[in-house]
């Protein structure tokens, strides 16, 4: 298959779109976690219960369409492949935890475009998650809202007049709703301002993470920003809450960024360069190199240093150069040297797409 | 010195055990102390968030104190979910409920554990499902009507108040249509 043709199957069209400050912010996602009224928990769930649940989110959710999400495809975890799984894990459509804790009947309903997935069977019955491209948490809210009630329409959600929506792990109750940005921050990075700051978001109830959630360690300098309370503030007061510290992230990251071309261009220039260098002509690149290297990149296409190419490269290569993705594309298990030199030759490739 | 158990390897761990008043001394190497269970080393499960939480959730004060007798108190009083079966003492150990209904067998020990968790707070305030929470949407809609009322009296609008009252009698007989059908 030629990588343009496998990019386009690889990588979600809503990532292709812009967002307001997609310079920064590249994605923002609204997740709510609901669970069926009559049935167990999926960890202590029978097989018969498991099934049950899958079967009536299948039957009635599955090859339809809601508003502009088109044609739900169901999609059962016990006939996907080991790389396949990793795939959907690497485009964020799925958690590890799915895999992981694998259930009978668990499995992932996505919309066409994939801006709508939802879990079946992960830690609670349903995870429904709903992204946009760029910073548009208000916009992910009122669309996950919709898509919430569309399946509540048939399904008795398990909910509780003081406790709000009933969840498996306690760290959810109340709205169920974990919305997160995902942020660019090379600057604030850089100079080591981001570290300083993560106690202050904390405080306000914010969690700073690595790319693939908890637990993950940061690459290539992208950040995820979330709620950690569910329980007691309204769905709208915590998408302000988190809106407007990541407005001020935003700002940071921008001042931060004009402020190192103004005191230090020749060394930014030069970070850029090299690693703009390693992606053209390495022919083995392991995935946290290119990780790093991508994003020194990324920022100098956003400060106008490289100019031909175009800003999406940092999330597509992101998805691209990611395991799963790797040997999805070569059509095989690859062993780590020959995933870097994969890696290496999609990066030049996808380059040469720009020239 | 050599470890006792392999003679291989260096000795890295030495301990005392004393057995019916008979003291001994141990000298093992690091592998041979995990495989022979001289020493128990958390897996890598023990670092999950998850179970920092499950850690949290110890909070009461009667398994705090770890003596024989209060173990059994504990265990004697055990809360059991009738539909799931999870015990109490389970929840605090995996830090999940089994189904819905563990919310309610456990409530009267769970609003310290949200307090923790969510910043002090107890009480959902947020989306009501539409068709679960029908009746909840008036109730909370006769609340709001309820304010807006008591401020109009103050402020002496009773033409507006005399609205609002009326709105809130039909919503309370919509209410009661509602729970008697």
């Not at chain 2, 107890?122 to 679960?132: A, D, L």
């Amino acid at each position: 298959m030629r990588l343009e043709d496998f990019m386009n199957k690889s990588i979600s069209s809503w990532m292709r779109e812009e967002g307001p400050h997609s310079d920064i912010v590249l994605s923002s996602r609204i997740r709510l976690a609901r669970n069926f009224s009559d049935e167990t928990f999926p960890m202590l769930a029978s097989e018969e219960q498991l099934e049950r649940i899958r079967e009536t989110i299948e039957t009635n959710y599955g090859n339809q369409t809601f508003q502009s999400y088109k044609n739900f495809s169901y999609v059962s975890m016990s006939d996907l492949t080991a790389v396949g799984k990793s795939v959907l894990i690497e485009k964020h459509l799925i958690s590890p935890h799915l895999i992981k804790k694998q259930k009978r009947g668990s499995g992932v309903l996505i919309s066409e475009n994939e801006q709508v997935s939802m879990m079946v069977n992960e830690e609670d019955h349903l995870r429904i998650q709903l992204y946009f491209p760029g910073f548009q948490l208000h916009e992910a809210l009122k669309e996950a809202n919709a898509v919430d009630d569309w399946i509540e329409s048939k399904i008795d959600y398990a909910f509780d007049e003081t406790k709000g929506y009933l969840t498996a792990c306690p760290t959810n109750v109340g709205t169920g709703m974990r919305a997160s940005v995902m942020m660019h921050l090379p600057a604030l990075t850089i100079t080591k301002q981001l570290n300083r700051m993560v106690p202050a978001i904390n405080q306000l109830g914010l969690v700073v993470r690595g790319i693939y959630g908890e637990g993950s360690g940061a690459v290539g300098n992208v950040f995820q920003i979330s709620n950690q309370i569910t329980l007691g503030k309204s769905e709208t007061d915590i998408v302000e809450d988190l809106n407007s510290v990541v407005h001020q992230l935003v700002e940071r990251e921008r001042h931060t960024r004009s402020e190192l071309m103004n005191n230090s261009k020749i060394q930014v220039e030069d970070r850029v360069f090299r690693s703009y260098g390693v992606l053209e002509h390495s022919r083995l690149i392991g995935s946290q190199e290119a990780s790093t290297c991508i994003s020194n990149v990324r920022l100098g296409i956003d400060l106008g240093i490289i100019k031909d190419v175009s800003q999406n490269i940092l999330n597509e290569l992101m998805v691209l150069t990611q395991p799963g993705c790797l040997q999805q594309y070569a059509k095989s298990a690859l062993k780590p040297h020959e995933r870097d030199q994969l890696r290496a030759d999609i990066i030049r490739e996808r380059l040469q797409l720009e020239n | 010195m050599q470890c006792q158990e392999c003679e291989e390897r260096q000795a890295t761990l030495h301990f005392s055990q004393t057995i019916n008043g008979e003291k001994k001394e141990i000298h093992v190497c690091e592998k041979c102390a995990k495989d022979k269970g001289y020493v128990t080393y958390p897996g890598e499960d023990m670092h999950t968030l998850h179970n920092l939480l499950a850690g949290l959730f110890n909070f009461d004060q009667e398994s705090m104190k770890p003596t024989a007798q209060h173990e059994k108190l504990t265990l004697k009083k055990d809360l059991e979910c009738p539909e799931c079966s999870m015990t109490f003492t389970q929840f605090k150990k995996v830090g999940k409920f089994g189904c819905a209904t563990c919310y309610e067998t456990f409530s009267s020990h769970l609003d310290p554990i949200f307090r923790r968790v969510h910043s002090g707070n107890t009480k959902h305030n947020g989306k009501i499902p539409k068709r679960k929470g029908s009746n909840l949407h008036t109730k909370k809609q006769i609340e709001t009507y309820k304010e807006q009322l008591q401020e109009l009296i103050k402020r002496e609008e009773f033409e507006e108040a005399a609205v609002i009252r009326d709105k809130i009698r039909a919503l309370q007989a919509d209410k009661e249509a509602g729970e008697e059908s």
